[in-house]
Structures are given as C-alpha cells and as structure tokens.
C-alpha cells in the first residue's frame, strides 16, 4: 500500500515562496505524482503532475510561478511556489498515480496567502 507524506506549507505575504514535498512509501515502482489543491468552497483542482518519465504539466494559473521536481529516482517530489498570490491560497494535496489510477492522497498541507 502506498502512503504519502507531505510537508511544507504555512503562511506567506503576497509575492512569497513556498516548497511543499512529498515522500512516497510502500512501493518500489516509479510513479506518477502530482500536487491538487482545494480551496474553500471550491472542487479539488491539479495544480502540477510529473509523470513517471519525469514530463511536467502544469494548470494555467501556476505556469511560470510553481516548479514540479523529483528527489532523484525516488517517490518523492516537491512543488516551489514562487511569486504566490492570494488566490493561491487552499489545501495541496500529493497524489500518486500509475495509468491504472490513483493510488493514494497526502494528508494535505494548508497552504495561506496573506498580508
């Protein structure tokens, strides 16, 4: 069974940085893994995935801000947020994924931007 296990996050002013990561365990086979978020009142969207053979994609509102990365050949993966916005504000949650599905859900890390 995989789990994942997520750190990072916290509360940051508008134009900050943040780094989320992700650590995948349970499995020795090189997944696809991805970064969702939900904000309040609003469905879960994707916000980054790197696939297996490390391709990156990323939803439109993050491009050029939030980089997707692989620790080497592990499971784990970081998001850096750059330049965050209010609206950036949710709950991220780590996925990991094979083509046949998901797999499994970080816990999720809260994620504010204020001043």
């Known amino acids: 069974q995989v789990r994942l296990v997520e750190s990072g996050g916290g509360l940051v002013q508008p134009g900050g940085s943040l780094r989320l990561s992700c650590a995948a365990s349970?499995?020795?086979?090189?997944?696809?893994m991805g970064w969702y978020r939900q904000a309040p009142g609003k469905q879960r969207e994707l916000v980054a995935t790197i696939t297996a053979n490390d391709r990156t994609n990323y939803a439109d509102s993050v491009k050029d801000r939030f980089t997707i990365s692989r620790e080497g050949t592990k499971n784990t993966v970081y998001l850096q947020m750059n330049r965050l916005k209010p609206e950036d504000t949710a709950i991220y949650y780590c996925?990991?994924?094979?083509?046949?599905?998901?797999?499994?859900w970080g816990q999720g890390s809260q994620v504010t931007v204020s001043s």
């Open positions: 996925n990991a994924a094979t083509v046949a599905g998901t797999l499994s």
């Open positions: 349970g499995t020795i086979v090189r997944l696809m």
